[in-house]
């Protein structure tokens, strides 16, 4: 399985990027594809997640409103909107894959089994 994320960079508070998670060598009907951060000096946290069987979004509250996740099942990728982003939002951003979703712990990193590299996301004047 390999997955190559993309779309990070530098942005000004209230503007808007969009990440990019390409999933490939995998062949599982349904799964999760989530998205977490990681801020210097702070935990891995899940900032949003989607399920291939039905579509479901999860978010983490801190993005709920700000942030949409979608999928192209054609191409295999799964984006990340971020819209008004804030300072707090910077950090680096990874997209990973759960083999055996379940949207009552989607949250959880240790569900998920493959990783893609990390994309920097910069919210600063």
């Known amino acids: 399985v390999q997955l190559q994320a993309s779309g990070g960079g530098l942005v000004q508070p209230g503007g808007s990027l969009r990440l990019s998670c390409v999933v490939s060598?995998?062949?599982?009907?349904?799964?999760?594809v989530g998205w977490f951060r990681q801020a210097p000096g702070k935990e891995h946290e899940g900032v949003s997640s989607?399920?291939?069987?039905?579509?479901?979004?999860y978010y983490a509250d801190f993005v709920r409103g700000r942030f949409t996740i979608s999928r192209d099942r054609a191409a295999n990728t799964v984006y990340l909107q971020m819209n008004n982003l804030k300072p707090e939002d910077t950090a680096v951003y990874y997209c990973?894959?759960?083999?055996?979703?379940?949207?009552?712990?989607?949250?959880?990193?240790?569900?998920?089994?493959?990783w893609g590299q990390g994309v920097q996301v910069t919210v600063s004047s």
């Open positions: 990973a894959v759960a083999r055996s979703f379940s949207g009552s712990v989607w949250f959880s990193s240790g569900r998920y089994n493959d």
């Open positions: 060598g995998f062949s599982f009907d349904y799964y999760g």
């Open positions: 989607i399920f291939t069987g039905d579509n479901s979004e």
